[in-house]
């Protein structure tokens, strides 16, 4: 039977999801603990391959076993052999033609920003800290020109292997909590591109500092020049909250 | 001079913070880092031990210098020679009969817990988790009964060498951050005793459950016995937030 996981981790400590040659990875520690419970090698399939740091709070995986563990008691057995910064917090029988990447509906990814005088140390594994006061409601009215359809291949790092860089953005969010001061700018959208949240989170922030203006966005889409956005913000602000399927 | 910093950490990594023989203190590293920068042997006194695992966002600590560094540079200068798990935020300059616990007016810590399903291994170093469903409702009626000046035998460790057990406490709330299943317990007192705000909060978890009822809270202070009161909560959950000097 195929098994859909819903997996969380604080990625402070590995180099990212996806399997590698001597490099500790979500995915070789998920595979040795399922492997371990069913007394059986058993690979898994990711559905976004996040990157060293970045942390998930709503991952998908699946993986093929016959067993005789009822389905929902498999995330409190396989808790058990995790390292405590991985755990598994659901898991679903899904049909033999699911495929974990290719059934994706939309998913959700949070960028958050600690914006204020010092770093603040119980953050610095989950916040990109940004000294300059930003001004968060010019990034509000930035996030509008990235809704829809659009080309983002200016949102897009070098390297990519994406065959079409056009994706749709359904909703992008800018958020403050003053008792810590930090910034959340919440995206969901069909997918993403390499870097492609990290780089909208950058160009935010430069229409936070008064780099660009709000409405700059929409020159930079269509111009197509990964030079025309921000910076790629670095990785440890970023976490996957949630992927939703089609029916 | 006498300077009173203000200190952050995330204790994690620590075995609190007062300096110990063959154990990484926070105070060791602060006075290594104080010693750098004043190319001579700097030596603080903290207002608050706190223990393995315990947080602050704000700490402070007194120590004498002569410099020509400007006071409100400190903070600056001393941060480049610190881990990013420490930081100062602030440097004042104070009296010479400032003492940095005996001009204490009050202190306040905060005590977070995980109360969900599962752990969420981001918070796995912020909070205790507890899987059994709390009433919310319950504990914020207990606040109540813990409010003013008592003898708080009951909430004190053993082991603690404090002349009196009397204290008083100004506030304690509790509340609920639904968007990631958070309960804060946040409580203002003269001063607290060895392990009071934890054996707070593990009383306070046994209201939450209905292990006994929030009025229950006066017996159990009356009756100056620590066997009555909850167990002591994971120094992890805890986080020294402020501390107000006399003026």
């Known amino acids: ?13 590995y180099f990212g999801w996806q399997r590698q040659n001597n490099f500790i990875t979500v995915q070789q520690k998920l595979e040795e603990a ?23 709070l709503g991952q998908r995986a699946v993986f093929e076993v ?36 290719n059934s994706v509906y939309k998913k959700t990814y949070e960028y958050k920003i600690l914006n204020s005088e010092f770093p603040n140390p119980m953050l610095r594994n989950y916040t990109a800290f940004i000294h300059k006061k930003l001004n968060i409601e ?22 990519s292997t994406a065959k079409t860089t056009i994706r749709t953005i359904f909703d992008l969010t800018v958020s403050e909590k003053r008792s810590d001061d930090t910034i959340s700018i919440t995206v969901t959208g069909s997918g ?6 990290r780089i909208i989170a950058g160009t935010m922030v430069y229409v936070g ?5 709000p409405d700059d966005i929409k ?13 790629t913000l670095p990785p440890n602000g970023l976490t996957l909250l949630e992927i939703c399927y089609k029916n």
């Open 138 to 159: 010019k990034m509000r009215e930035a996030c509008k020109y990235f809704l829809g359809e659009h080309d983002f291949k200016s949102f897009c790092a070098s390297g």
């Open 34 to 56: 399922l492997s371990e419970l069913f007394k059986k090698s058993i690979v898994i399939r990711g559905a976004s391959r996040t990157d060293t740091g970045v942390h998930a």
């Open 192 to 197: 993403f591109l390499y870097n492609m949240v």
């Open 66 to 101: 016959d067993t005789t563990i009822p389905v929902n008691k498999i995330p409190y057995a396989v808790n058990t052999m995790l390292p405590e910064d991985i755990r598994v917090t659901g898991a679903d029988l899904v049909n033999e033609d699911f495929h974990p990447q």
């Open 219 to 231: 020159d930079i889409i269509l111009s197509r020049n990964r030079e025309r956005a921000g910076k």
């Open 1 to 13: 039977m195929r098994i859909l996981l819903k997996v969380l981790y604080d990625g402070t400590n």
């Open 209 to 213: 500092e008064s780099k660009i203006k």
